[in-house]
């Protein structure tokens, strides 16, 4: 019984994040009617250029909206940056900022960008790895890690569990996992459920 109680406080978080992230989801699809609308207005004021920015704002926020449910589900800092940098050119573009302001804008979105090349996805010598979630879809593991990696799961966790059934492992805790040149390793592992995964590029 303690056992069951603990993984379900474990795995809460997660499922609060799945249920506010439909909520979310919901909300998005709601406004999409407002955009809808708006898209009328703007062809009745063809010669208004307010219209058209109200349009602009409204269609931003929904995509900000979308991107943070990606960030609430994958839990990748990529993620987080691209809500940023959605976040950023919506208030550069909307709003009406002066000189100063839109300078300091873009030198915002700069150094995200920045942050993103060289801090989230940089390129890793073999005794290094790169801690990633396993909820992190597998596409992007690609683009992290430079690798052809074949379609035969959806997110990170998934690759390691087919990775140890092929080799016929266990999943357990510092165990290292292969698949096609991408070495893995199980970095927390709560209840049987993979958490987060190391992943080291195999270099020649």
Do not use: C, W
Request: glycine share 6%.
């Amino acid at each position: 019984m303690r056992i069951r109680l603990r993984h379900f406080i474990s795995r809460f978080p997660s499922y609060a994040e799945i249920y506010i992230s439909l909520i979310i989801m919901a909300a998005v699809i709601i406004g999409s009617v407002g955009l809808i609308q708006s898209l009328f207005e703007v062809y009745l004021h063809a010669r208004s250029m307010e219209f058209f920015q109200d349009f602009l704002g409204y269609a931003m926020t929904l995509i900000i909206a979308i991107e943070f449910i990606k960030m609430l589900l994958r839990h990748t800092p990529g993620s987080i940056i691209e809500v940023l940098l959605f976040a950023m050119a919506r208030k550069l573009i909307i709003t009406k900022e002066n000189t100063l302001g839109l300078l300091l804008g873009i030198i915002a979105i700069a150094v995200l960008f920045i942050i993103r090349k060289f801090l989230f996805v940089s390129k890793i010598t073999p005794q290094e790895g790169t801690i990633l979630s396993a909820a992190t879809p597998v596409e992007e593991v690609r683009k992290i890690m430079g690798l052809d990696i074949p379609d035969v799961a959806e997110t990170l966790g998934g690759l390691v569990v087919y990775a140890a059934r092929k080799s016929k492992k266990s999943l357990k805790e510092d165990e290292i996992y292969e698949i096609d040149g991408l070495k893995m390793k199980i970095n927390r592992l709560l209840d049987g459920i993979i958490e987060m995964v190391e992943v080291i590029e195999e270099k020649d």
